[in-house]
């Protein structure tokens, strides 16, 4: 009776995990026409009023979602700043940020401990081990692809900063202020440099100072283009030099330190290239070069 009804479970399971991955990648679909259209409007909407009572009360979460509850309670304080600066890393920030990747964290756990229960036909002993193992790969696998983004995310705005500062440079040779120059970017532009400076503008306006702002902005994101550029920024308002001139070597250098790069990237292709050369292509022309042979030597030896 067991070994009748255990393979039923097992399937019913396996088509549960298959129904609740299809609605999370229906849920994600659609979603990113939301997300077009907020990508669409403009890059800060934040206003000198706007306080951070009222921005934490747009920012609540409604916490409703069962998936959610469960992963707020799996947090420790520790754990969740960590989640929060690589959400802040990959540019998501606020409780909303935090609370889909924690609902991605559960629905992933719950995903893999279904398809993991497809092993109890193997032995309850070796279904337990992979149930849980899978639940534990699949919590952590949301976190792997938030570091990735974030990576990614550096990557971009490294090859957009030199772009960005000249517009800047422009902005502020034109008689615009730095303030409104920043605005300026962070409306013309795209990508993560113009989001960037877009809350680094917000803050300024929430009343921080623009040293405040900067540092706060230099330790939520690892990109060395950005950290230099700020670095820069620092030392033009202690020492009172003008900006203009100051912005036009970061563009400089930061457009010769990316055109090194890509030349770097380029030289390692040879010996990126060689593992899989010698994996598919050298043992193909041995066959057709030595296959031959090899065959002429055969039929010597069986006339012998």
Known sequence: ???????????????????????????????????????????YTLR???????????????????????????????????????????????????????????????????????????????????????????????????????????????????????????CVESGLSFEAGIARVSVSLNGPVAEEFGALLSEMQLGKSRVEAMNELADRTRSKGMQQFLSALLQVDRLGVPISGVLAEQASEMRAKRKDKAREQGQKVTIKILMPLMLCFLPAMFVVVLGPAIYQLVQTMALL
Do not use: C
Request: aromatic share 6%.
């Open 1 to 43: 009776m067991f070994s009748v009804i255990l393979p039923l479970f097992t399937s019913l399971l396996a088509a549960v995990a298959v129904a609740i991955l299809v609605f999370t990648i229906i849920g994600a679909v659609s979603g990113a026409q939301n997300r077009q259209t907020i990508a669409a409007m403009p890059k």
């Open 48 to 170: 000198d009023h706007s306080t951070p009572e009222q921005l934490a009360e747009v920012e609540e979460v409604v916490d409703s979602s069962l998936f959610l509850r469960i992963g707020q309670r799996l947090l420790n304080p520790r754990y969740r700043a960590w989640l929060v600066n690589k959400l802040q890393i990959a540019g998501q920030r606020g409780n909303v940020a935090l609370a889909a990747l924690l609902t991605k964290k559960v629905t992933y756990a719950i995903i893999g401990a279904m398809f993991g229960a497809l092993f109890l036909s193997k032995g309850i002993a070796m279904g337990i081990a992979v149930i849980l193992t899978a639940m534990v790969a699949g919590f952590f696998v949301a976190d792997l692809l938030v570091i990735s983004d974030g990576q990614n995310r550096e990557q971009e705005m490294d090859l957009a900063m030199p772009d960005a500062i000249d517009l800047l440079n422009l």
